[in-house]
């Protein structure tokens, strides 16, 4: 088996540490931007020319707004596509790698590694339970990161057009989350902030959200904070109360007459935000077992961010869901 990494920069690396360990791998084509002969990296230019070389998966680590162009191409080569977060910028490009993938029967994945959070996954059966006996009447979820001036500084990283902000980057794996557990959205309002000196984009955003199906939502990121501090989530029924915290929604806890208790059975260290089941994402990639991943179910995700920005970007209030593309990507 032949695997291709598209993009070599931190995310990269973790897929290549994880790759080079598994013996049914036979090469690892690394592929960013520039040629480095010294750590076997080859320009995306000259290995698209490349003839006769046969890959087997392909992974896109590459800067946000590259991955249409990368993924696209292994896609029209049918090959397996797993595409980091966001998948694209552009909604019509979303689109174009969804009929791409359907029309070459070849699938194409995105990554949210903390939906296998033992906590999470503990999490969505507790709000399963509770849907049957009562109603979860308020949630929320907060991110406060650290996100310094040089990480800012490689000319991609915060910008509408290469990126996005923090909504974007870093607090869509809450959104992910948020979306997965409770449903659609009827409405929402934002309020947020600018770090001119650090990004173009937002590094604060605030929403309250208000889902179809009755529950009110808070939600708060922000990367302006001093230190990497937490990302929570709490659940509040008429009888129960959940919470999770840690790095990256890793502890799980649950309330008992007013105590707050962990559950160690259902919670992970983590020392950094991305955690830790990149590798697993990676074996089920490897086994065509993602579904759930799968790009066109989890355009939604995309079209609530377009729709967010573009409130942003109008200062707008309340309002219907209107998908259509924003500054994103523009």
């Not at 596509?81 to 909604?91: A, D, M």
């Not at 990367?223 to 709490?234: C, W």
């Given at each position: 088996m032949n695997v291709a990494i598209v993009g070599t920069g931190n995310v990269g690396k973790i897929y290549f540490s994880i790759?080079?360990?598994?013996?049914?791998?036979n090469k690892i084509y690394l592929i960013d931007k520039f040629d480095n002969p010294k750590k076997n990296i080859i320009a995306f230019k000259k290995f698209k020319n490349l003839k006769n070389i046969k890959i087997d998966y392909a992974f896109i680590c590459s800067p946000s707004y590259l991955h249409y162009e990368h993924a696209r191409f292994f896609l029209k080569k049918k090959i397996p596509?797993?595409?980091?977060?966001?998948?694209?910028?552009?909604?019509d490009d979303a689109k174009k790698l969804i009929r791409l993938s359907k029309l070459n029967n070849v699938s194409c994945y995105t990554v949210f590694q903390n939906r296998f959070n033992a906590s999470l996954i503990e999490l969505k059966k507790k709000i399963t339970n509770l849907k049957k006996t009562q109603k979860i009447f308020y949630v929320d979820f907060r991110m406060f990161w650290k996100r310094d001036s040089m990480y800012y500084s490689d000319g991609w990283h915060g910008k509408y057009k290469y990126d996005g902000g923090v909504l974007t980057n870093q607090a869509i794996h809450m959104l992910d989350i948020m979306?997965?557990?409770?449903?659609?959205?009827?409405?929402f309002n934002v309020s947020f902030g600018f770090n001119k000196k650090k990004l173009e984009a937002e590094d604060l955003i605030s929403l309250k959200f208000e889902m179809f199906s009755g529950t009110v939502i808070n939600f708060v990121s922000t990367?302006?904070?001093?230190?990497?501090?937490?990302?929570?989530?709490?659940i509040f029924s008429h009888l129960k109360r959940y919470k999770i915290e840690g790095i990256s929604m890793n502890k799980f806890y649950i309330y008992k007459k007013g105590k707050k208790i962990l559950s160690k059975k259902n919670s992970e260290y983590f020392s950094q935000g991305h955690g830790i089941h990149h590798a697993k994402l990676i074996n089920l990639f490897l086994k065509n077992k993602l579904k759930d991943f799968r790009i066109e179910k989890n355009i939604y995700t995309l079209e609530v961010i377009h729709s967010i920005y573009n409130q942003i970007k109008n200062r707008g209030n309340l309002l219907p869901i209107k998908f259509k593309q924003s500054i994103l990507g523009a």
């Open positions: 790759l080079k360990k598994k013996k049914i791998i596509t797993l595409i980091e977060k966001p998948f694209v910028l552009k909604l979306i997965n557990f409770f449903g659609k959205i009827r409405g990367t302006r904070a001093d230190f990497n501090y937490e990302v929570s989530i709490d």
